[in-house]
């Protein structure tokens, strides 16, 4: 079992920067992949980008590479993502899940947090 919980969220201005966080407790962080998914107002769930638990393979999706870095730290069992360049359409509610499985698919993925919401205004 991992339990996940988002912070870093809040309102920014079209072309700023956030950097979310995601604190990891129990069992096996390191053991985990991690990814980032988004979900906008009506829409479905969406893939951001994920990390091997190791760190050494990395995927974004198109809309945000060049844009946002995906990182981790297994000795602080902690997930970021730092995102610049921000956009209107990048507001959403971010999530942050694991899975044993590196995917860019959320049904892969077993463990998710609570969300946190990200509003880029224009």
């Known amino acids: 079992q991992v339990q996940l919980v988002e912070s870093g969220g809040g309102l920014v201005q079209a072309g700023g920067s956030l950097r979310l966080s995601c604190a990891a407790s129990?069992?096996?962080?390191?053991?985990?992949?991690m990814a980032w998914f988004r979900q906008a107002p009506g829409k479905e769930r969406e893939f951001v980008a994920a990390v091997t638990w190791s760190g050494g393979n990395i995927i974004y999706s198109d809309s945000v590479k060049g844009r946002f870095t995906i990182s981790r730290d297994n000795t602080k069992n902690t997930l970021s993502l730092q995102m610049n360049s921000l956009k209107p359409e990048d507001t959403a509610v971010y999530y942050c899940?694991?899975?044993?499985?590196?995917?860019?698919?959320?049904?892969?993925?077993?463990?998710w947090g609570q969300g946190t919401q990200v509003t880029v205004s224009s």
């Open positions: 129990g069992r096996s962080f390191s053991s985990y992949a």
């Open positions: 899940a694991a899975d044993q499985y590196y995917s860019n698919d959320p049904r892969d993925y077993d463990y």
